[in-house]
């Protein structure tokens, strides 16, 4: 199994900006489609954006397009999510997750095989 690590979350003013990064390691990064998912609190785990094992395509929910761009250096391990735009029903944990079951357009919850513990995202109006 790949294992995950996030970092740069953090407080943020509406409006600013902030990039996550998820460094992979354990096994073949680019037999891996990766996403990003986010948990406000009390709510479910949602889908946020995903890239192909290539890097070529990219999938977003409607909420953050425009806003999000979702991105991956396969030398390097690392997916990234850079969120411009911030509002405060962003904020959330988010979570780097890898799935090797399926397309990354066809990424759910239920395709995941690993999961990143999560970084804090808050967004003060």
């Known amino acids: 199994q790949v294992q995950l690590v996030e970092s740069g979350g953090g407080l943020v003013q509406a409006g600013g900006s902030l990039r996550l990064s998820c460094e992979a390691s354990?096994?073949?990064?680019?037999?891996?489609?990766m996403g990003w998912f986010r948990q406000a609190p009390g709510k479910e785990r949602l889908f946020v954006a995903a890239i192909s094992r290539s890097g070529q395509d990219t999938y977003y929910t409607d909420s953050v397009k425009g806003r999000f761009a979702i991105s991956r250096d396969n030398k390097k391990n690392t997916v990234y999510l850079q969120m411009n735009t911030l509002k405060p029903e962003d904020t959330a944990v988010y979570y780097c997750?890898?799935?090797?079951?399926?397309?990354?357009?066809?990424?759910?919850?239920?395709?995941?095989?690993?999961w990143g513990q999560g970084t804090q995202v808050t967004v003060s109006s």
């Open positions: 997750a890898a799935n090797s079951f399926t397309t990354a357009q066809g990424m759910g919850i239920s395709s995941i095989n690993t």
């Open positions: 354990g096994r073949t990064f680019s037999n891996y489609a």
